[in-house]
T-cell receptor
Framework: GENVEQHPSTLSVQEGDSAVIKCTYS??????FPWYKQELGKGPQLIID?????GEKKDQRIAVTLNKTAKHFSLHITETQPEDSAVYFC????????????FGTGTRLQVFP | NAGVMQNPRHLVRRRGQEARLRCSPM?????VYWYRQLPEEGLKFMVY????????ESGMPKERFSAEFPKEGPSILRIQQVVRGDSAAYFC??????????????FGAGTRLSVL
């Protein structure tokens, strides 16, 4: 069945360092991979996404890479700031007859000043 | 230009009661998705609806749960005869009807259901 694995489950970094979160998906038909940031008591907020016809995408301090052969995709945050502290979720969308997202289990990122 | 609106934000029910969760999608969005999040876990897909149609309910429990998205008004997730295991945060997302942005799901702030 469809599955998305996410690692690590927790990540602590010093302010200014980089953070990397990795995900693996099981269904090779997946074609869209968003990343969401969830702060305490709030709903997930889309921060970046990538489609299967692209290998990398950047938006300021955030980048996402996709390796379709290995079915891996990763989130990279550079120059981390305390306000980056949150839970980050990766997700994969399977293309056939439904738009549902399969989510990873989340990574709790803590950035220490 | 309001985002996805969910209400209530918090809902307390006793075992056996009914819970009704409402979701108003973003303006112009005709696709609605419901997800459930247990504490310290990721979001699990429940159901995908378009106006007046259920497209995919593969994540919905077979009993006690139902969802609708009428022609007029918000989408409703209904849980009958709630049990303690239904306690969770329920999130609604919406997406536009077509174009490349169709893939993008925008989430509401969620309804936190507590069953006593």
């Amino acid at each position: 069945g469809e599955n998305v694995e996410q690692h690590p489950s927790t990540l602590s970094v010093q302010e200014g360092d980089s953070a990397v979160i990795k995900c693996t998906y099981s269904d090779s038909a997946s074609n869209y991979f968003p990343w969401y940031k969830q702060e305490l008591g709030k709903g997930p907020q889309l921060i970046i996404d990538i489609r299967s016809n692209v290998g990398e995408k950047k938006d300021q301090r955030i980048a996402v890479t996709l390796n379709k052969t290995a079915k891996h995709f990763s989130l990279h945050i550079t120059e981390t700031q305390p306000e980056d502290s949150a839970v980050y979720f990766c997700a994969a969308r399977v293309s056939y007859n439904t738009d549902k997202l399969i989510f990873g289990t989340g990574t709790r990122l803590q950035v220490f000043p | 230009n309001a985002g996805v609106m969910q209400n209530p934000r918090h809902l307390v029910r006793r075992r056996g009661q009914e819970a009704r969760l409402r979701c108003s999608p973003m303006k112009g969005h005709s696709h609605v998705y419901w997800y459930r999040q247990l504490p310290e876990e990721g979001l699990k897909f429940m159901v995908y609806l378009q106006k007046e149609n259920i497209i995919d309910e593969s994540g919905m429990p077979k009993e006690r749960f139902s969802a609708e998205f009428p022609k007029e008004g918000p989408s409703i997730l209904r849980i009958q005869q709630v049990v303690r295991g239904d306690s969770a945060a329920y999130f609604c997302a919406s997406s536009p009807p077509q174009g490349i942005a169709k893939n993008i799901q925008y989430f509401g702030a969620g309804t936190r259901l507590s069953v006593l």
